[in-house]
Nanobody
Framework: QVQLVESGGGLEQPGGSLRLSCVAS????????MDWYRQAPGKQREYVAT???????NYADSTKGRFTISRDNTKNTLYLQMNSLKPGDTAVYYC?????????WGQGTQVTVSS
């Protein structure tokens, strides 16, 4: 079983930056492919970004060039650096992993972008 705990959300003005963190339990974090997803009010959960165990990254078109996913395997931590934030980025952000064909989600962290 894997536990994921996100943090770092908050209220930010348009154009600002936030860094989200997700700490994972267990000793196999370095082997995991990790993702970020988000869910805005009244909308379905949507994909944000992925990082493989080798550090290869992929982004949704809506976040490419503004968001950066990274990981620190020594700390079992996944990050999402979010720059040039827009009101449309307002959502609950979740980290996600699939281990042994089972999905795990964190509890989410709220990001609100508003002036």
């Amino acid at each position: 079983q894997v536990q994921l705990v996100e943090s770092g959300g908050g209220l930010e003005q348009p154009g600002g930056s936030l860094r989200l963190s997700c700490v994972a339990s267990g000793s196999s974090f370095s082997n995991y492919v990790m993702d970020w997803y988000r869910q805005a009010p009244g909308k379905q959960r949507e994909y944000v970004a992925t990082i493989t165990s080798r550090g290869i990254t992929n982004y949704a078109d809506s976040t490419k060039g503004r968001f950066t996913i990274s990981r620190d395997n020594t700390k079992n931590t996944l990050y999402l650096q979010m720059n040039s934030l827009k009101p449309g980025d307002t959502a609950v952000y979740y980290c996600h992993v699939i281990v042994a064909n089972r999905e795990y989600w964190g509890q989410g962290t709220q990001v609100t972008v508003s002036s």
